[in-house]
């Protein structure tokens, strides 16, 4: 693969340059009208992004999305039209609009870096800065970290699964067709190799790939002339598809046709364990010792596991990668965790926090995380902590520095939060990737400075 | 709410504007370059939008992003950057970027009307044309079937539980950003009043509704200093958040600021049931018997069913709406399933299936679809047929034109989707909408004509 595509910044698509400032929820504008009118906007303010929980049985979450929150904070500008609409609307007042009319993120983001393990607690993300400026963010930058944090977590789970075996992301026709881009990089963050989605490689630089069809095989008079066309049109390392009609015949036609150099076929149903080994052996029969299995017919990481003896290649994942394997979102929440304790321009930062009964109760002040290791280099707690960091945890803090004063310092290449990813869950113990459902493989510990 | 804004053509937003053609899977290119060169991609071909079942447990299908599919056949060009990276990555060959080049969609689409209900074997959309100007959609059109139909299908349940009760569509934060927009959107076929989300207000003319959140009350020194500020910001008639500390409190306090004319109270947190009574006496016995009441906190249709008898006036819905209600996407699939028996130009059209064992097997020829009446004018089956329609159906047919030889021709304001759901649903049997497990709730009949 083409490793300067992945470098940072991404090719900007067409979508990707536009606005993102209405992607908002209209509670963010009301409050920050009242709050510009009764003055406390100007509050210096730490809002936390974090998790109460992992979706039930999870070891382990992943954070992802983070270049694109850095991407959407530098979009996150109102355009004329959507001043109009608002005015016309009546979301906001006359002087809300015009602070909106010249907003431009001012303030400071830390956060984990992408690819980086988290646990229930984890700052995984802390912007500061005015309440105003940091109080509109809140709906994008979650949109952006509960999508993406969940397919990575799912294709952790996979490529754990998956060993050293290539997977493809193939769920595109499964997810909206913009969340299916943000799936396929965040998949590859946590260890895909690939996807199928066009736009995932024209505006993030991510190999691309894909053949066939049932419906080339259908198109054509037989499967052989499919075969032929397709072979005539792509060579022979190409990757037939061999289950439109009868399994057997299919590979007999396909190595007549492109001899025993063809590249791979791919089984898209029935039972792949069972099929996978007849095909192997009626592959080498034939001499297409080389010639590769690929497999994508409903996969998870549960039947990417039981594939695990199978004599399968590559495995292509679609619909339970985009869906999350059953978690389709993260439970992140934008919490105000700390705030000036008064209107005067100097006033110290206070923490903050929701009291009510309930489970929604949040912990205050402005946090820092950090990964304490064993005598043996594996992860034994998830500190979280206020205040200074103990000197035995200063080179285990997790959060870097995003965006500096507005301006963007985090951006980094998406081969950098995949070697993050891989490094962050082998520093777990074991125990993170066994699929069975369990706690979070490590607790997290609260150190208050 | 602002009738005329729901008409067609909705507003443009900036990112529906952009280039849709890349939103494919790569194998939807490299069939076609297979197919140019073989001569096939000339041959007249019928796809077909169906489901071979519905999510587990459900009832019943909702027909949603049909008028998303046709802005987005629309928007179907490649752009000459596009072709670019296309021609860099070797993607496909000269000739076919040539092709891709002048591509526009010059063929005919039939579908159900959004909002139609819809079961196993559906024929929900029919695209007809070369197999080359119609075998590239299939990425697209899936994308945005499968997702807003899951959301919408998710809303419907929650709407029929919600009875005449208000719903307001608020999971922007638990989605991808722009996967967000699409959900307000398909709540609102479904039966939603508003949404939270600006960018589908801006986009697609929906009510938008939002006011404030913890963060809010936080800013300030106190509760009654927020509440004060928001009442002088927004009016009396304004929502507040009532549980950020103490809920009985809360409610003294918000009607000592605003007066019995506030216009609601939100719970957000607790045991809804329970305080939700406790508050409506509250509010009661403080004069405020006009003063609603919103409920906000993890609600799914569950959730809302069992707060049908709760002094509850309005429901906001995120998480669980967004995400499907479990069921995240549908299993819609793009199927050849007739085309030429020749290359020549007037060749006619032969049915093709798959055929190979496993559960993917499909149904040949170009299809109708029907809902049969009973003599109560309630649906007794769903109709699915081949060749002419019987003519006590003719009446009865699902699909409607949507475009015609490459022409928009199906575009509606989304207040007709919305009004055709409502009408769809009422014809189902009654048990349509209980909420517990069960099969479809009219079976699918296969005519052949």
Redesign the interface.
């Known amino acids: 693969m083409d490793a300067a595509l992945l470098s940072a910044p991404a090719?900007t698509?067409?979508?990707a340059a536009?606005?993102?400032a209405?992607?908002?929820?209209?509670?963010?504008?009301?409050?920050l009208?009242?709050?510009l009118?009764?003055g406390?906007a100007r509050?210096r303010?730490v809002?936390e992004v974090f998790t109460r929980r992992l979706p039930e049985g999870r070891r382990y979450g992943v954070t992802a999305g983070t270049g694109r929150v850095l991407d959407?904070v530098e979009a996150f500008r109102f355009?004329t039209p959507?001043l109009d609409?608002?005015s016309d609307?009546q979301?906001v007042?006359e002087p809300t609009l015009a602070w909106l009319a010249d907003y431009r993120f001012g303030g400071d983001i830390r956060g984990y870096g992408e690819g980086e393990c988290y646990f229930p607690g984890s700052p995984v993300l802390v912007v500061e800065g005015s309440?105003a400026e940091a109080?509109i963010l809140?709906?994008?930058i979650?949109?952006?970290l509960?999508?993406?944090s969940a397919i990575a977590a799912a294709a952790s789970r996979m490529s754990a699964a998956a060993g050293t075996r290539p997977l493809i992301e193939?769920g595109?026709?499964?997810?909206?067709?913009?969340?299916?881009?943000?799936a396929a990089r965040a998949a590859y963050v946590a260890g895909f190799s690939a996807t199928?989605?066009?736009?995932a490689?024209?505006q993030y630089g991510l190999p691309?790939?894909?053949?066939?069809?049932?419906?080339?095989t259908?198109?054509?008079?037989s499967e052989r002339?499919a075969f032929?066309?397709?072979v005539?049109?792509?060579g022979r390392r190409t990757t037939l598809l061999i289950?439109?009609?009868?399994?057997a015949e299919a590979v007999r036609t396909a190595i007549e046709v492109a001899g025993p150099e063809l590249g791979a076929v791919r089984i898209?149903?029935?039972d792949l364990l069972m099929l996978a080994h007849r095909v192997r052996r009626q592959l080498d029969d034939l001499g297409a010792e080389k010639t590769r299995i690929t497999v994508t017919?409903d996969l998870d990481e549960y039947a990417i596991a039981a594939l695990g003896t199978a004599p399968v290649d590559g495995y292509g994942v679609g619909?339970s990668l985009?869906?999350?394997s059953g978690q389709?979102?993260c439970?992140m929440v934008?919490?105000?965790v700390a705030?000036a304790s008064?209107d005067a321009p100097d006033a110290p930062l206070v923490p903050?926090?929701?009291?009510?009964?309930?489970?929604?109760s949040s912990r205050g002040g402005r946090k820092w995380g950090a990964r304490r290791l064993d005598a043996e280099g594996v992860a034994d707690a998830e500190v979280v902590g206020t205040g200074p960091v103990p000197a035995e945890l200063a080179d285990r803090q997790l959060q870097i520095p995003l965006v500096r004063g507005g301006e963007v310092v985090g951006r980094e290449p998406l081969a950098a939060a995949r070697e993050r990813h891989i490094r962050s869950r082998e520093q777990l113990p074991m125990s993170a990737t066994q699929l069975s459902k369990g706690d979070p493989v490590i607790p997290t510990e609260y150190v208050t400075g």
């Open positions: 090719r698509a067409d979508s536009a606005s993102t209405l992607l908002t929820d209209r509670y963010e504008l009301t409050m009208q009242a709050a009118r009764s406390a509050r303010s809002f959407a355009t959507q609409w608002l609307q979301v007042d309440f109080v809140e709906t994008l979650l949109s952006i509960n999508y993406d193939m595109a026709r499964r997810a909206h067709e913009q969340a299916a881009v943000s199928s989605d066009l736009q490689g024209f691309t790939t894909g053949t066939s069809a049932h419906a080339f259908l198109l054509h008079d002339d032929t066309a397709q005539e049109s792509m289950d439109t009609y009868d399994l898209d149903s029935g017919s619909t985009v869906t999350g389709p979102t439970s934008y919490k105000l705030r008064s903050v926090a929701k009291r009510s009964a309930g489970a929604k």
